[in-house]
């Protein structure tokens, strides 16, 4: 066998629904997650405190699984003992510490801040799910991270 006979031969979409749409799959994905990280852990041990379930059911996972895994990644991290409470999380989870996309409403304004609000808006609007959100903007979704990523590495550069 070569590999550079390889061919695909099929390729094919599972749709699956958003983490944010699946919010009741979230503390046993972020156990599972956790014992990852963690393989001592017992699924049927208190892994997560109700405010920290709470807060992980509350976010809207742009980031989807991906992200989640990154959150636990985080508090296993932080955590010393078990369960891990919400002060674990990162701010971002927490309401209270969300930041909206600022953008100047006096004066000059460029058109990259236009546009940028017009992503922002659109993904509230579709509570983060990027696919909707690139279909509703009329842009591809590869566009699409391009756009979030260009902005992600201006504000780290600023």
């Given at each position: 066998f070569r590999e550079d006979l390889m061919f695909r031969i099929n390729t094919f979409e599972i749709p699956l629904p958003?983490?944010?749409?699946?919010?009741?799959?979230?503390?046993?994905?972020a156990a599972h997650l956790l014992k990852r990280c963690l393989p001592h852990v017992r699924l049927g041990d208190d892994l997560f405190t109700p405010a920290a379930v709470a807060m992980l059911q509350g976010h809207s996972w742009p980031g989807n699984v991906r992200e989640l895994a990154n959150?636990?990644?985080?508090?296993?991290?932080?955590?010393?003992?078990?369960?891990?409470?919400?002060?674990h999380l990162p701010s971002k989870l927490d309401p209270k510490h969300a930041r909206e996309p600022?953008?100047?409403?006096?004066?000059?304004?460029?058109?990259?801040?236009?546009?940028?609000?017009?992503?922002?808006?659109?993904?509230?609007?579709?509570d983060g799910h990027k696919p909707k959100?690139?279909?509703?903007?009329?842009?591809?979704?590869?566009?699409?991270?391009?756009?979030?990523?260009?902005?992600?590495?201006?504000e780290r550069s600023a």
């Open positions: 958003s983490l944010h749409e699946r919010s009741e799959d979230v503390p046993l994905l959150v636990v990644e985080h508090a296993s991290i932080l955590c010393d003992k078990l369960p891990i409470g919400a002060e600022r953008v100047k409403t006096f004066g000059p304004i460029t058109l990259r801040e236009i546009e940028m609000q017009a992503i922002h808006d659109a993904l509230r609007r579709n959100t690139a279909e509703e903007l009329g842009i591809s979704l590869k566009t699409l991270y391009n756009k979030l990523n260009q902005e992600q590495s201006l």
